[in-house]
């Protein structure tokens, strides 16, 4: 206890953790996970405030050419009923998102080939032309390091891709053959060395996850020094191949969100939809263990229900306006406040 207790305290001081140090934290958490919830929040208040940090998602597709395990919209789910934003479609949403407080759009899809390269740079060129103060982020997947080299010149500023797990044989194990682990962190390393803001992530309690693969994802993430971190515990999804594994717990991914915090200082930290989908609070839950950053929907409400990565995904019924009055007072309830801002990472602020 005392040894665990001592290694928190050293992380929070900013010395490294190796990975059998991770896996005794995690494996005593329920000892420690009080004070270091205090210790990550301390560190966010430091560098950012009690301020949270509002994303709009547009979830324009749902089509998607993989095929993985977990995930909902996979290409093999003759289930999901398919959808696909029009370009003007997408716009109004940032309209609408804009006039609601939101400074960042994150556009996120399946891999869907139907949007173009060209599309994609048009899309981004148009709302970058609309709304000039505002940061896009992307988030549809692995593309060449000329596809992203294109969309950062079009004005794209930030890219989401979770690598889903550092451990190789556990990404075989979550993805049909023909996914390759090696390309994604490929992509991740250009998109950073493009000058992408960059967001990597994991699910927690994935099946076939081990205390040691979490261990490893956070030395990678004290490597990689990803701008930002998105994890959420999985959720099954009742027409996929993994229907039915249990769900990943809120306590295990709020401990891991403190822990991140405490690894990487200045990360931007999302507490996710799946987070307040295993627990009725637990997006508060993560803004009180460290995270910075909620995601709410913009998609239009008649395509929610669609965009379904796992079972009972919350906040499908409302409308943006609902959604962010929701969360205002949910997050005023943690002692955080959401504002109107693009949420950078402090990099970019020095820049
Ligand atoms: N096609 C894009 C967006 C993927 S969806 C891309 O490849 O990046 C965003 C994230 O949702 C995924 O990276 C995955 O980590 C998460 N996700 C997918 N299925 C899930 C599930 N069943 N439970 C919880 N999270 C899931």
């Not at 324009?60 to 029009?86: E, P």
């Not at 999985?234 to 306590?251: I, L, M, N, R, S």
């Not at 929610?304 to 995904?313: M, P, Q, V, W």
Request: hydrophobic share 35%; charged share 30%.
């Amino acid at each position: 206890m005392d040894k665990i207790r001592e290694q928190l305290h050293r992380l929070h001081e900013g010395k490294s953790l190796d990975a059998e140090e991770y896996l005794e934290l995690i494996l005593g958490r329920d000892a420690v996970r009080v004070e270091a919830a205090a210790l990550a929040c301390e560190v966010r208040d430091r560098i950012y405030g009690r301020r949270v940090f509002i994303r709009g998602l547009i979830e324009f597709t749902n089509y998607c050419r993989n095929n993985c395990y977990y995930c909902g919209i996979r290409a093999g789910n003759v289930n999901a009923d398919r959808y696909r934003l029009s370009l003007q479609e997408i716009l109004t949403c940032t309209d609408a998102g804009y006039e609601l407080g939101f400074r960042t759009f994150v556009l996120q899809g399946g891999e869907d080939p139907y949007y173009t390269d060209e599309m994609m740079t048009e899309l981004v060129r148009g709302i970058r032309e609309r709304h000039p103060d505002c940061a896009i982020t992307l988030s549809v997947g692995e593309r060449s390091r000329e596809t992203y080299r294109l969309w950062k010149e079009a004005g794209a500023d930030r890219y989401l891709l979770r690598h889903e797990t550092i451990n190789p044989e556990h990404y075989a194990s979550l993805h049909p053959e023909g996914m390759s682990h090696e390309n994604r962190l490929r992509c991740l390393r250009d998109l950073k060395e493009l000058g992408f803001q960059v967001g990597a992530g994991f699910m927690v309690g994935s099946p076939g996850q081990t205390e040691e693969d979490l261990a490893a994802e956070l030395c990678f993430l004290r490597e990689f020094r990803p701008h930002m971190v998105g994890i959420g515990p999985y959720v099954p999804h009742q027409d996929t191949p993994f229907a039915k594994e249990p769900a990943g717990t809120a306590e295990l991914t709020t401990f891991l969100l403190s822990l991140i915090r405490l690894t990487l200082p200045e990360v931007l930290l999302p507490a996710t939809t799946a987070l307040g989908t295993v627990d009725a609070l637990g997006r508060e839950k993560g803004i009180r263990a460290g995270a910075n950053v909620v995601m709410p929907n913009l998609s239009p409400v008649d395509v929610r229900e669609k965009y379904l990565l796992y079972d009972h995904k919350i906040c499908t019924g409302e409308e943006a306006a609902q959604c962010i009055a929701c969360l205002k007072e949910r997050i005023r309830t943690t002692g955080c406040e959401i504002v109107v801002d693009r949420g950078d990472h402090k990099d970019k602020e020095r820049q």
